[in-house]
């Protein structure tokens, strides 16, 4: 259900839990725009990161008419710390899904068996799992109802647009490294100890010259 009257209460509600840093789509007359939620002078904008130089809006528009995956909304008490992704089966998503995209969706499942539309967790281990289906998740200023009983944004695949396939490798990239540097592992998170960690990269420490830590 869209209600565009909650949108700036919905901003500043998840503004503060992370939501600057996911690629957001908006649009500036008839151009669309692509960029960051930032705070200026009190105000939550859009800051345009110049990705789609004058592109109007009706080559963005099957994002927002038939391209929305889920939603990002802000729940608490989970094992997460982040916002939260709900894949399309938790969401009320204001436009038919057709069958054979609901196959699609349904048939991507990753390597811990969680599948993309029934998918509830971290939004960045969400959108990892998009990422790693060869989708393209931005975050949409639609208000989304979820069968959870909260409102969310709406996710969509960035692939639905017309734009030069340079750009969708740059998103891509921009996306990637907005959710990598929290779903990535550091030496410090695994169950290896010091001689371990010291007998797997010996070989790279003797050719680079550097010592173990």
């Known amino acids: 259900m869209e209600n565009r009257s909650q949108l700036p209460a919905l901003l500043r509600e ?12 908006g649009h500036k007359g008839n151009l ?26 009706e080559r963005v528009a099957p994002c927002f008419d038939i391209g929305i995956v889920g939603a990002v909304c802000d729940q608490r008490g989970n094992d997460w710390e982040s916002l939260t ?34 998918f509830q967790g971290s939004v960045y281990r969400g959108f990892r799992l998009l990422l790693d289906a060869h989708l393209l998740p931005v975050i949409l200023p639609v208000p989304i109802e979820t069968h959870q009983g909260c409102i969310g944004l709406a996710v969509a695949d960035f ?20 959710v990598e540097r929290y779903v990535c592992l550091k030496v410090e998170d695994t169950e290896v100890t010091e001689e371990e960690f010291g007998a797997l990269f010996s070989d790279y420490f003797k050719q680079s010259g550097s010592a173990a830590p």
Do not use: Q
């Not at 030069?164 to 996306?175: A, G, H, Q, R, S």
């Open 14 to 25: 998840l503004y503060p839990r992370g939501l600057g840093e996911l690629l957001m789509m």
């Open 32 to 57: 669309a725009m692509l960029g960051n939620l930032v705070m200026e002078k009190g105000s939550l904008v859009l800051k345009n990161r110049e990705l789609l130089a004058d592109v109007p809006v």
């Open 85 to 118: 992704y709900l894949g399309a089966d938790h969401c009320k998503i204001p436009v038919n899904l057709s069958s054979t995209r609901l196959r699609l969706l349904r048939s991507i499942v990753n390597v811990s068996g969680e599948d993309l539309i029934t």
């Open 159 to 178: 692939r639905y647009a017309t734009v030069p396939f340079e750009t969708l490798l740059e998103v891509n990239d921009l996306v990637r490294a907005s």
